[in-house]
């Protein structure tokens, strides 16, 4: 990945998942562990990411996250997965938020 983006992420605890499950077609995605509890989804398997440590999530490949206690987290990713990021947190209608993610080129699953 060349160009990449750095987010500072402060996960709530959460029952389920903190996004639905999804798809990056053209960039990866990692997730660094600063404290607290993370758990990714990476194609069919949860992987526990404990403080201190990191997942990549490679391009086409189905995950979400979770953390049922809280989390502070690095996440990076690719400039358009950041603008997907982005727009997912504005109002959008059912039509402008399925053209984000085509847009972005990646799937909700």
């Known amino acids: ?8 992420w402060r996960l709530e ?3 389920g998942d903190q996004a639905p ?6 960039g990866e995605e990692a997730f660094v562990c600063i ?7 990476i194609g069919g398997a949860r992987r526990r990411v404990p403080p201190g440590n990191f997942v ?7 995950h979400t996250f979770a953390s049922h206690s809280g989390a502070h987290v690095l996440a ?3 400039p ?3 603008d997907l990021i982005d727009g997912l947190h504005a109002p959008l209608s059912d039509a402008e938020r399925a053209a984000l993610w085509e847009r972005c080129r990646s799937s909700v699953l």
């Open 1 to 8: 990945m060349a160009d990449f983006v750095i987010r500072e």
């Open 13 to 15: 605890p959460n029952d």
């Open 21 to 26: 499950p999804h798809i990056h077609h053209a």
């Open 35 to 41: 404290t607290g509890d993370l758990e990714v989804l």
């Open 56 to 62: 990549i999530v490679p391009r086409e490949t189905a």
């Open 76 to 78: 990076v990713m690719s």
């Open 80 to 82: 358009e997965i950041a």
